[in-house]
């Protein structure tokens, strides 16, 4: 039972989604699944909470290893939650506008939550594959839902391609891991090859195979941070993110862009720190912060270059994710680097909440602005729209103020945070970069702003008018709800990213890692 | 010869790297994913040799036991979830087929910019 209750916010999903199947098998008529996977999702992220209000039990050796359950992972639970609840509402409004609204939508992105819910709380590298793939096959097919359409297929066909190989590229590195560890769990293979490396070698062949050992487990590294930074969609693995969210139904791209996001980065934290984060782990191995250091500039550059010269916001708004990923991996290379990482690490979990809330409504303010058959996604459609529509406009121009990061909206914050985590753990030049990254996606956030409130539409030009939906609006309010909350508030829920990162917290997964850490040697020596 | 673990470890390389260069070089959706298949199957060769070689485990009165089988359990893993992967990617490249009459790759080029 305690089992049961650890893992609920993941079983919720799980359960939740065969429950939608069969409610889709016996419903006369499509589309109404929208409110039940909203309410699961929203369930899902009331039990992450209720776990981390009550405690989490102490004895968490049920687990073996295989989950950490602790209050990283009820954060990024509860984040997914209510990503995919915001995401699940808009998809009931776009879907039933674009008369796309078949019901297994509803099952693909519950599983897919319940995938992504693993994914961060994957403490072995079984565990990460599986949650991986389960979150990904959702994804996929919820990419190329829009059977009709050549664009959508094309994006799915692009992102599986990639997917794949990435996820391929995973299970090498983890193969390599296990064969040079004997072990599959994070602590197992961490404790292992810091022992290899700290063994003084008795003879020059003992010391050769040293050598040998260390370089594959370099290579096992690189092959991890590869796959990882493609599914974040960072610079030079981006490639599948601007056609995947273009061609996707807009309500897919919401989803993509801030649950699986969240998910990766969690998940990638999660090993990084864990398997790498000791500076005499595998030698040269940590080393890596300076090369991620490297991938976050070009990230964070190349999207905000190349967003400035995009005509459709939709594909704006994908390569502003990618620049999001730049700034999220501030808080990923100095979390190494400081003292118990922990504030770098809280900065990056309060972006990933916050960019949640923030993309989920610039993506919803823009699918209220498409009726069907004329899904304004070019910044021509939208001239005067916020003059015509002053409701929806305003609901537009708060979001994109968040994702630019102006006061009194949480985007300032979670950049503010990040930066500063940078300058503390001593990467002055990557928070100047970064800086200088946020006036340049200034212009082309504002650039939106100024086509809706003083261009006129050329003549005989579409005009863009927004569509009636009590979904895409109910969700809209949730989100704009928190980012002003959390932009008045921000330190409140700092302090929550904090307490999630601090070593106090890190108790109750104690046992988990020192179980692993425990019995699998015993059991294999 | 007596194979020893170095040689399962080399053959699985060089199957994932064809997989690998299958993927990067072909244009073909079809090899793609058959590409990616030779990977992840050069992944079991590799975990399933990995775990038949593993060291015995001392137990009580010097009786020795199996090593633990998380790299064949794995394996099965892999298996399944390839399985799934195969169904969901052979589905996607069906639906691009049918509206687009190629499964070339560098034919779809609709999105871009």
Do not use: C
């Amino acid at each position: 039972m305690n089992l049961v209750l650890l893992l609920s916010p993941i079983l919720i999903p799980v359960v939740g989604a065969l429950v939608l199947m069969l409610l889709d098998a016996f419903q006369k008529e499509e589309g109404g699944l929208a409110m039940p996977t909203a309410l699961i999702h929203f369930t899902a992220a009331a039990m992450a909470l209720a776990l981390w209000k009550h405690g989490l039990p102490a004895d968490v050796s049920a687990l073996h290893g295989y989950l950490t359950i602790d209050k990283v992972s009820l954060f990024l639970d509860a984040t997914i939650a209510l990503g995919g609840a915001i995401a699940s509402l808009l998809a009931g409004g776009y879907l039933a506008e674009h008369k796309l609204d078949r019901g297994e939508y509803y099952p693909l992105i519950t599983f897919s939550t319940a995938g992504a819910m693993m994914l961060v709380s994957a403490s072995d590298v079984l565990m990460l594959f599986l949650g991986l793939e389960t979150m990904s096959l959702g994804v996929y097919a919820m990419t190329g839902f829009r059977r009709g359409s050549p664009r959508s297929a094309e994006a799915a066909m692009k992102y599986f391609l990639l997917g794949s190989f990435a996820a391929a590229l995973l299970l090498f590195g983890s193969a390599l891991l296990y064969v040079l560890t004997g072990h599959t769990d994070y602590a197992g293979i961490a404790s292992a090859l810091h022992d290899a490396a700290a063994q003084t070698a008795a003879d020059a062949t003992a010391a050769a195979q040293q050598t040998t050992r260390a370089r594959v487990g370099i290579f096992a590294m690189l092959l991890v941070l590869v796959s990882m930074a493609f599914k974040v969609g960072a610079v030079p693995f981006h490639m599948w993110t601007p056609d995947a969210y273009e061609g996707a139904p807009t309500s897919s791209m919401a989803y993509m862009s801030v649950v699986v996001k969240a998910a990766a980065f969690g998940a990638f934290a999660r090993i990084m720190l864990a398997i790498f984060g000791d500076a005499n782990s595998a030698g040269a191995a940590a080393g890596w912060p300076a090369a991620l250091a490297w991938i976050a500039v070009a990230t964070m550059t190349v999207g905000n270059l190349i967003a400035l010269a995009q005509t459709s916001v939709k594909r704006m708004l994908a390569y502003s994710s990618i620049a999001h990923a730049g700034y999220l991996l501030l808080g990923l290379v100095a979390a190494p680097r400081e003292e118990g990482g922990t504030t770098a690490y809280a900065a990056m979990l309060f972006y990933l909440l916050s960019y949640t809330v923030s993309n989920l409504g610039a993506v919803g303010a823009l699918i209220l602005a498409g009726r069907r058959g004329a899904e304004s996604v070019s910044h021509d459609d939208l001239a005067g729209y916020a003059r015509r529509h002053p409701a929806a406009g305003f609901a537009l121009t708060l979001f994109l103020l968040s994702l630019t990061g102006i006061p009194p909206t949480v985007g300032f914050f979670s950049k503010f945070y990040v930066v500063r985590s940078a300058l503390d753990a001593g990467f002055t030049t990557l928070a100047i970069i970064a800086m200088i990254n946020s006036a340049i996606s200034a212009y082309y956030y504002l650039g939106v702003l100024v086509k809706m409130y003083m261009r006129d539409p050329a003549p005989g030009a579409p005009l863009a008018s927004p569509m009636r939906s009590g979904y895409v609006t109910a969700a809209l309010i949730v989100s704009a709800f928190f980012v002003v909350w959390m932009g008045v508030m921000p330190e409140r829920w700092l302090d929550l990213a904090r307490e999630a990162v601090s070593p106090a917290a890190a108790n109750a997964a104690a046992p988990t890692a020192d179980n692993a850490g425990g019995s699998a040697p015993a059991a294999q020596h | 010869m007596i194979l020893s673990l170095g040689h399962y470890l080399v053959l699985s390389t060089v199957i994932f790297s064809i997989g690998a260069a299958g993927f990067l070089a072909r244009r073909n959706a079809l090899i793609a994913l058959m590409s990616i298949e030779l990977m992840l199957n050069a992944v079991n060769l590799m975990l399933v040799a990995a775990n038949r070689w593993q060291p015995l485990v001392q137990g009580e009165g010097g009786a020795t036991t199996a090593p633990a089988p998380h790299g064949h359990v794995f394996v099965f893993f892999v298996i399944a979830v390839a399985a799934a992967e195969a169904a969901v990617g052979l589905a996607i490249v069906l639906s691009y087929y049918r509206l687009r009459k190629t499964v070339r790759t560098d034919a779809a080029d609709m999105l871009r910019g």
